[in-house]
């Protein structure tokens, strides 16, 4: 006997495990009007944007902040980097393709 969640609840991983490939490989931009909380730039603003997708948290970040935290991080003898927007340790970091 199949149980009533079985169905659902395999599709929900294999969808789960596909949004998890695109995202891994930049296919989801940032969504409407995006913008870097810390220098404010528009995700439409530029020709070639280049926002990074924190995670775990998934706050976007421009380029430019990106670079100045982890050169900040490095001078003060840090490795572990943190999301300026809520503080979270960073996992890994994915740009975003234009």
Not at 6 to 13: A, G
Not at 19 to 30: H, N, T
Not at 40 to 52: C, G
Request: hydrophobic fraction near 35%; aromatic fraction near 10%; charge should be negative.
């Amino acid at each position: 006997m199949v149980n009533q969640f079985q169905k659902p609840w395999t599709v929900l991983n294999v969808l789960g495990s596909m949004a998890s490939v695109l995202e891994s490989r930049g296919f989801f931009p940032p969504c409407g009007n995006a913008v870097c909380s810390v220098s404010m730039s528009d995700w439409h603003s530029t020709p070639r944007p280049e926002f990074y997708s924190l995670h775990p948290c998934m706050h976007y970040i421009s380029r430019a902040p990106l670079r100045a935290i982890v050169q900040r991080d490095r001078a003060h003898g840090q490795e572990q980097h943190s999301c300026p927007e809520c503080d979270e340790p960073l996992l890994f970091v994915l740009q975003f393709n234009s």
